[in-house]
T-cell receptor
């Protein structure tokens, strides 16, 4: 079956620009997560959705970052006024339910480069 | 504050031998622990998990051991195969809302 799909796979943007990253989760998965991975680091939590609502956005680094999931399926991570420090791989994951015994299924990520 | 730590950035093992990857954590409230495998340019793939009420879980060539008193878990791969060469991440959660990941261990299995 189809896994988690993320688009684009690569995005290069200039400092100060706005970007949107899209995630299409596995059908039927109610929980959706965004993580960010920098070189040599593990995935770092950004935000988690249960259905349409952001249940935990404590990992968003600042108010330039925002994410939505309006219909409880596809999610978009939005970054305003991008900075070079935002360069990383942004990973989306989904799971059947937000429980520890329901593992995350990751997409291949979007590599964001801010020049 | 790194709640999940993998102190070995890399590990090399001969094909057919055992690979042991280690992970330490600080939060005693974690109730599930997971291992993920990652190939270059791909997202992490779930490998195996263990509940905090158990001390061992086995799935084929992969076994995870949990030592709660030491706040330590390990992943054993036996026998190791060249296709196991990847970066392995340890992760933990206490609610399912947030999963905390280690920095990864790069495993190379030498043919």
């Amino acid at each position: 079956g189809a896994g988690v799909s993320q688009t684009p796979s690569n995005k290069v943007t200039e400092k100060g620009k706005y970007v949107e990253l899209r995630c299409d989760p596995i059908s039927g998965h109610t929980a959706l997560y965004w993580y960010r991975q920098s070189l040599g680091q593990g995935p770092e939590f950004l935000i988690y959705f249960q259905g349409t609502g952001a249940a935990d956005d404590s990992g968003l680094p600042n108010d330039r970052f925002f994410a939505v999931r309006p219909e409880g399926s596809v999610s978009t991570l939005k970054i305003q006024r991008t900075e070079r420090g935002d360069s990383a791989v942004y990973l989306c994951a989904s799971s059947l339910s937000a429980r520890g015994n329901s593992p995350l299924h990751f997409g291949n990520g979007t590599r964001l480069t801010v020049t | 504050d790194q709640q999940v730590k993998q102190n070995s950035p890399s590990l090399s093992v001969q094909e057919g031998r055992i690979s042991i990857l280690n992970c330490d954590y600080t939060n005693s409230m974690f109730d599930y622990f997971l291992w993920y495998k990652k190939y270059p340019a791909e997202g992490p793939t779930f490998l195996i998990s263990i509940s905090s009420i158990k001390d061992k879980n086995e799935d084929g060539r992969f076994t995870v051991f949990l030592n709660k008193s030491a706040k330590h878990l390990s992943l054993h791969i036996v026998p190791s195969q060249p296709g196991d060469s990847a970066v392995y991440f340890c992760a933990a959660t206490n609610t399912g809302n947030q999963f905390y990941f280690g920095t990864g261990t790069s495993l190379t299995v030498i043919p």
